[in-house]
């Protein structure tokens, strides 16, 4: 990494030659702090559910479906860019433009997050209309819009992931969770209502936000430095066109975002529409715990992107072996919690949050199932993009959320709420197997790997 910064001839310290054990170091720290914030949040969800009818309940839910999809619908994932044109000028020694690349960034960070509360906002009495929400609620839902000022803090991530403060994510990972759990405990003691809750959420997340942002901007002043000035002027054009290939790989990181995102929090809204919101709150409580999965999966794409970055750029590199090895690991993990939820997860249900919600266990079970399928195919994709075929990573993904929208409408219908399990793991198994021949077939050539990330 940077260990000084010299505008003429920046000293950069590259990794060592050990990535799959950089990768669990990395991924450990990630983990600590997911998995810790894992447990408060499902702790918290677990205590609204018992102090909150269903119905209520859902509506709590399907508001932080609405605004989780809305993030989604305006994620450019800058963190992945920083990275992708980080790493060249890195390799490169010109540290110049990697400080214009961050500025542009944060520059997108800022004026996304502006729209997205905006169009939030606005289309909140639309949302409400179709819900059969009454007045109350719609405006609920539009004070609760105001937490996407805060969402601008993809920059910030990418720098962390950057300069490897894997250790600093996890930590931060924590904040808005255990502010979450903290006031979620008060509100469960004192028997609250539904405004309360939202209140309190909205904090956590806005905290937990305004973090990341502070972290990377402290960490981009310490270890990379401001831009100089040149007569006054900072230097640089700070234009997305000096970066070649910058552009198309943001809209393919912003529909990737998209095709990642926004089917799971859009099918909670239709849950929501087609079934209720207490179907909405049964399907995000299964979701919830098998985020014991989905997390990891999302954490390994993010360790994994920045050393596969790297070893593309080597000769004779071990790429496809750390890929492959990583995948069998994360999918044997999946598999053992699949068969304790196959076993145990009527009674786990019935002790945690009551009777009533018994009826999300073979949902649990399927959904846990197409989160192990995902975990596999996080190793994939991150050495996909890694070697230049992110155009086609996205192409696999158009058409996973085409078949997980249409099997959800589809199998909703005939299953009802269990449907959604099986729409998830028919969506999460095509990728797999896509992306496992893409990796398969590459060659891995330098010249050919790093020439064109729209192949």
Not at 21 to 37: E, M, P, S, T, V
Not at 76 to 94: W, Y
Not at 255 to 262: A, F, G, K, R, V
Request: charged residues 15%; hydrophobic residues 50%; glycine residues 8%.
């Amino acid at each position: 990494m940077f260990k000084e910064i010299n505008v003429n001839a920046p000293n950069i310290d590259l990794p060592d030659n050990k990535p799959f054990q950089r990768i669990l170091n990395n991924l450990g720290f990630l983990i600590k702090g997911r998995g810790i914030a894992a447990i408060m949040s499902f702790g918290s969800t677990l205590l609204m559910a018992r102090v909150l009818e269903p119905e209520n309940f859902g509506k709590v839910i399907l508001i932080l479906a609405y605004i989780l999809l809305i993030r989604g619908l305006f994620d450019f994932q800058l963190s992945e860019s920083i990275i992708r044109f980080g790493v060249k000028a890195e390799k490169e020694g010109d540290t110049n433009r990697l400080r214009r690349l961050i500025n542009i960034c944060w520059r997108i960070d800022l004026i996304v997050a502006i729209v997205a509360t905006i169009i939030g906002g606005l289309f909140a009495s639309i949302t409400g209309y179709f819900l059969n929400w009454t007045y109350h609620d719609v405006l609920m839902l539009q004070g609760y819009s105001l937490v996407l000022l805060s969402t601008g803090n993809g920059t910030s991530t990418g720098i962390l992931r950057f300069l490897d403060r894997f250790d600093l994510l996890g930590k931060i990972m924590t904040i808005g969770s255990f502010i979450r759990f903290i006031g979620v405990t008060v509100l469960w003691w004192f028997n609250a209502e539904v405004e309360m809750f939202l209140v309190i959420i909205a904090v956590a997340y806005i905290t937990e936000n305004f973090s990341m942002i502070w972290f990377g901007w402290r960490e981009y002043k310490n270890k990379i430095g401001e831009i100089p000035l040149v007569k006054g002027k900072k230097t640089g054009n700070f234009r997305v066109k000096e970066f070649e290939g910058l552009r198309a790989f943001l809209w393919i990181n912003y529909w990737q975002s998209n095709l990642d995102i926004t089917p799971k929090h859009l099918v909670v809204m239709l849950a929501g529409y087609l079934l209720g919101a207490s179907e909405a709150g049964l399907l995000r409580l299964a979701r919830e715990l098998s985020s014991l999965l989905t997390h990891p999966a999302n954490l390994l794409r993010q360790v994994l992107f920045i050393d596969l970055s790297r070893i593309s750029h080597q000769e004779n590199s071990d790429l496809k072996l750390v890929t492959y090895r990583t995948a069998l690991g994360g999918g044997l993990v999946g598999f053992f919690f699949v068969l304790i939820s196959w076993f145990f997860g009527n009674d786990f249900l019935y002790l945690s949050v009551g009777q009533e919600y018994v009826a999300a266990a073979p949902l649990l079970t399927l959904l846990l199932l197409a989160a192990t399928f995902d975990l596999v195919a996080a190793s994939l994709r991150s050495a996909a993009y890694a070697i230049g075929y992110a155009s086609k990573v996205l192409r696999v993904y158009i058409i996973s959320t085409i078949i997980y929208i249409s099997c959800f409408a589809g199998f909703t219908s005939w299953f009802g709420l269990v449907g959604a399990g099986f729409a998830a793991c028919a969506s999460t198994i095509f990728p797999t197997i896509m992306m496992f021949m893409i990796i398969k077939k590459s060659k891995l050539t330098v010249s050919k790997t790093t020439a064109n990330i729209t192949e």
